[in-house]
């Protein structure tokens, strides 16, 4: 089945650091990759929608500039948490499909971020 | 915006017993797709079941199968047979058919599922 790989799978760093997430589709063109952000005991909460070559789309309340994210190519996108702070400190999942019909989205195994 | 629904924040059953749980979700579109996600303890998420609007016979796979009511906006998934390893978080998704959406999925809050021995 599609494979989706998502590095690191657990980040602890001081607060006002930078993080950078990557998901991988490793044997799968992804013409859009999702992230999500997962609080204990709850739901995923989408993020954003990432489109290869074009600029993500954000959901409402989402800050920009704080998540920058990154789809260079139809394998690779990247998440970066910018200047992250304790309230930041969450599990974070990429998820990756191929465009149209049923395809399912396939998961990454998720990274655990905690910021000190 | 559509709504998925899960009113039952966790299920107890016994192995070898069955258990249902149930997922509502509210759309104003005629073709979308439903899916069962299981994330266990190690917070992977792994695809149960997936079931096509369009389709009126319902989706099975193995000790898994659903209940796909479409006037009814309900989606219920059956486990059969409950596995010590089918212990997780279930969580039921709408994704619409559009393809302005992306194919995002819009997720219930999740039912916890605890199998006792």
């Known amino acids: 089945g599609a494979v989706v790989s998502q590095h690191p799978s657990r980040v602890i760093c001081k607060s006002g650091t930078s993080v950078k997430i990557e998901c991988r589709s490793l044997?799968?063109?992804?013409?859009?990759m999702f992230w999500y952000r997962q609080f204990p005991k709850q739901s995923l909460m989408l993020m954003a929608t990432?489109?290869?070559?074009?600029?993500?789309?954000?959901e409402q309340g989402v800050e920009k500039d704080k998540f920058l994210i990154n789809h260079a190519s139809l394998t690779l996108s990247t998440l970066t948490v910018t200047s992250a702070h304790p309230e930041d400190s969450s599990f974070y999942i990429c998820?990756?499909?191929?465009?149209?019909?049923?395809?399912?989205?396939?998961f990454g195994d998720g990274t655990r971020l905690s910021i000190l | 915006a559509q709504t998925v629904t899960q009113s039952q924040p966790e299920m107890s059953v016994q192995e070898a017993e069955t258990v249902t749980l149930s997922c509502t979700y509210d759309?104003?579109?005629?073709?979308?797709?439903l899916f069962w996600y299981k994330q266990p303890p190690s917070r992977q998420m792994i695809l149960v079941i997936r079931?096509?609007?369009?389709?009126?016979q319902n989706a099975t796979e193995n000790r898994f199968s659903v209940n796909f009511q479409k006037a009814a906006k309900s989606f219920s998934l059956k486990i059969s047979d409950s596995q010590l390893g089918d212990a997780a978080m279930y969580f039921c998704?709408?994704?619409?058919?559009?393809?302005?959406?992306?194919?995002?999925?819009?997720f219930g809050a999740g039912t916890q599922v605890v199998v006792t021995p």
């Open positions: 079931q096509e609007a369009y389709k009126q």
């Open positions: 998704a709408y994704r619409s058919a559009t393809t302005d959406s992306w194919g995002k999925l819009q």
């Open positions: 990432s489109n290869e070559g074009s600029k993500a789309t954000y």
């Open positions: 044997d799968f063109q992804a013409t859009t």
């Open positions: 998820s990756a499909s191929v465009r149209g019909g049923n395809q399912p989205q396939h």
């Open positions: 759309t104003s579109e005629s073709d979308y797709y």
